[in-house]
Structure formats: C-alpha cells, structure tokens
C-alpha cells in the first residue's frame, strides 16, 4: 500500500482512532528502536555507584562548602 492509499484510509477515521493509531505507530517504531540499539546476547556496562568512594568525598566536600551550618550538625558522618 502507497503512502497516498494509506492516507486516504486514514482520513475518513474518527478522531480516536486516528490517535489510537498514532498510539499503535509509536509504540511499534520504539520496539524497532530498541532492537536497533540493542543486540541479543552482547554484553553492555552499567555503571554503579558501589564502591565509588572518590565520587562521594568529593560530594561530601562539596556539600560542605555549600551548607556549612549541615557539616557542624553530623560530625559522626565520615566518608570511607
């Protein structure tokens, strides 16, 4: 079916089935995405905060400089 064939068919629809149409077309072109982008079997890396002991210094720091009244309030609080 052309283009022009299918927009004839399209245009006679009501008005909630054209979006439950736009709906279905979506939904479709993401699974296409996502195949696309992703392939059975490869392996991909993901990236945790376990462990991240440098990133939560610096975190700790910077909060510090932002909020001194905080820093005063938990000095039990010490980061690894």
């Not at 077309?25 to 982008?37: G, N, R, S, T, W």
């Not at 990133?55 to 009244?69: M, V, Y």
Request: charge should be negative.
């Amino acid at each position: 079916m052309s283009f022009v064939e299918l927009q004839s068919a399209i245009k006679p629809l009501p008005r909630l089935e054209k979006f439950q149409l736009m709906e279905w077309m979506m939904a479709d072109l993401a699974q296409e995405e996502a195949a696309l982008m992703l392939q059975p079997g490869a392996a991909y890396p993901v990236w945790s905060p376990y462990e991240a002991f440098d990133a939560a210094d610096i975190l700790w720091r910077e909060l510090q400089k932002e909020t001194p009244a905080y820093a005063g309030e938990h000095p039990a609080i010490s980061v690894c």
